[in-house]
């Protein structure tokens, strides 16, 4: 069973930066750890649909971004540390949302959120203009 819990979340000034966490523990239904699951994050507004952010593949050599965040946004993971990281900077109030981090039995990232099994509970960014 897999748990992923976000933190990093809060209430942040336009322009400012921040780095978000998922921490990755147990195993998938096929036993896959942290370093065999690719890893999304995603972030949902109010009234809106849940949109993808960025991706990053198993090794951490493939990285894919949403043209929204593009430029502006890092993402990483710590294989020996079963953590994920999003990193963004000079934030807007756009980017104000619940962003979740996921995972998937899968080598390349997927987009779309029925690609991903496995969710966290969300972290509110909010960031003040």
Not at 3 to 21: C, F, K, N, T
Not at 62 to 86: I, M, P
Request: with cysteine.
């Amino acid at each position: 069973q897999v748990e992923l819990v976000e933190s990093g979340g809060g209430l942040m000034q336009a322009g400012e930066s921040l780095r978000l966490s998922c921490v990755f523990s147990g195993r998938t239904f096929s036993g896959r750890t942290f370093s065999t699951v690719a890893m999304g994050w995603f972030r949902q507004a109010p009234g809106k649909e849940r949109e993808f952010v960025a991706g990053i593949g198993w090794t951490g050599t493939t990285t894919y971004y949403s043209d929204s965040v593009k430029g502006r946004c890092t993402v990483s993971r710590d294989n020996a540390k079963n953590t994920g990281y999003l990193q963004m900077h000079s934030l807007k109030f756009e980017d104000t949302a619940v962003y979740y981090c996921a995972a998937d039995a899968q080598l390349r990232p997927g987009e779309r959120p029925e690609e991903y099994d496995y969710w966290g509970q969300g972290t509110q960014v909010t960031v003040s203009s």
